[in-house]
């Protein structure tokens, strides 16, 4: 599940990416929102891939 270019182009780190770049990287990004303090890691924790 991907998200739309447009939501990736206001974030600081993506800024210098081209609309091509932007689009590939949206293609495998998925949104995820948490609520504060959630824990979204734990040091140490196995990783944990998508099937």
Do not use: N, W
């Amino acid at each position: 599940m991907g998200c739309e270019a447009e939501e990736l182009r206001h974030v600081p780190l993506f800024a210098l990416l081209d609309e091509d770049e932007t689009a590939v990287l949206a293609g495998q990004v998925e949104i995820k929102s948490f609520a504060p303090r959630d824990r979204i890691y734990k040091i140490g924790a196995r990783r944990v891939r998508p099937m």
